[in-house]
């Protein structure tokens, strides 16, 4: 786990967390929140669920327990009279939203309220589903706003062009920007030239790709390289790219090369360097208010 949730202190602010992190993920959040002494929180949410014969409200009980601080799993018994609080508010299915996981007896009985015809579907958003969801694109100013020590040091992606600009292997797709705190294998940004004769004549860049590091990157090198003129000019680790100063740093770097050293880069490889500083931006810079997009866009306008 990336996140710490004891970072949110009590369960006042996890209730809160909830009800903002399923608005996000664009549900009808119905409140007021309902405490207990129990120390949990229910609220109700609902969905639009398309059918055979249009649309129909699909609503969900919401219990939150928050139990980061001791890491123990949500007890049957932490779920006090699931039932009654189910017909209560007259909904069609439950959701559990923990800090920690559910334990295996919680999961049973709400099997049991499902077969019984009593909740229509149940589904437990534990701290692994919740911390796969804040890592990505759209997240990211709940995940500042709760998890301020997370977002400090890992800096999650914020979408500042009118969409996310992701950052693909080229070889199996994958997100590599998306991906960067989650996955342990990394990505890389290189850069091909034309192969030099003459060592002292500057780089010619005929192509910027990026991949997994090892295999993907691998079979890419054999597809661009073998039996072509092109060799690697350099390598570049997306987890380095995304630290602000060494982002600041390839910048300059690659104005130097161009204005200075004489570099000359075909148009789509340089298209390419530009659309990826465009991406890594969404990791690296912080996120612009909203007044500050609009100058940007204003700025922007005639520089395309
Ligand atoms: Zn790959």
């Known amino acids: 786990m990336n996140i710490d949730f004891a970072e949110i202190s009590d369960i006042d602010l996890w209730g809160q967390f ?6 996000n993920l664009g549900f009808q959040v119905e409140a007021p929140l309902r405490r207990f002494p129990e120390d949990g929180y229910d609220f109700c949410v609902s969905e639009q669920v398309s059918g055979k014969f249009g649309v129909t409200s699909f609503r969900w009980l919401v219990s939150c327990r928050h139990k980061a ?15 009654e609080r189910v017909l209560h508010n007259g909904v069609d299915g439950f959701i559990g939203f923990y800090s920690t996981s559910a334990a295996q007896a919680l999961v049973t009985h709400l099997d049991s309220l499902k077969s019984n015809g009593n909740i229509k579907e149940h589904k437990i958003l534990d701290a692994k589903f919740i911390e796969g969801h804040l890592t990505t694109p759209g997240f990211d100013l709940i995940a500042a706003r709760f998890f301020p020590n997370f977002a400090l040091g890992r800096q999650s992606i914020h979408i500042y062009q009118d969409k996310y600009l992701p950052i693909q292997c080229e070889h199996c797709q994958k997100d590599l920007l998306a991906t960067l705190y989650t996955d342990d294998n990394q990505g890389v940004i290189v850069r091909l030239r034309q192969r030099k004769i003459d060592r002292d004549v500057p780089d010619n860049i005929t192509m ?10 691998e079979q890419l ?23 602000p100063s060494s982002f600041l740093e390839r910048i300059i770097l690659l104005i130097n090369q161009i204005g200075r050293d004489g570099i000359i880069y075909e148009q789509e490889a340089l298209q390419k360097e530009i659309y990826l500083f465009r991406a890594l931006a969404q990791r690296t810079l912080r996120p612009a208010v909203a007044g500050e997009l609009i100058r940007t866009k204003k ?3 005639g520089n395309e």
């Open 208 to 217: 910027v790709y990026c991949a997994c590091k090892g295999e993907c990157d």
């Open 18 to 23: 909830a009800q903002e992190f399923l608005c």
């Open 69 to 83: 601080s001791t890491r123990l799993a949500v007890k049957e018994s932490d779920e006090v009279d699931v039932l």
């Open 299 to 301: 700025m922007l306008i």
């Open 221 to 243: 090198q054999t597809k661009y390289c073998q039996n072509s003129n092109q060799s690697t000019a350099s390598w570049a680790s997306i987890s380095d790219l995304v630290i």
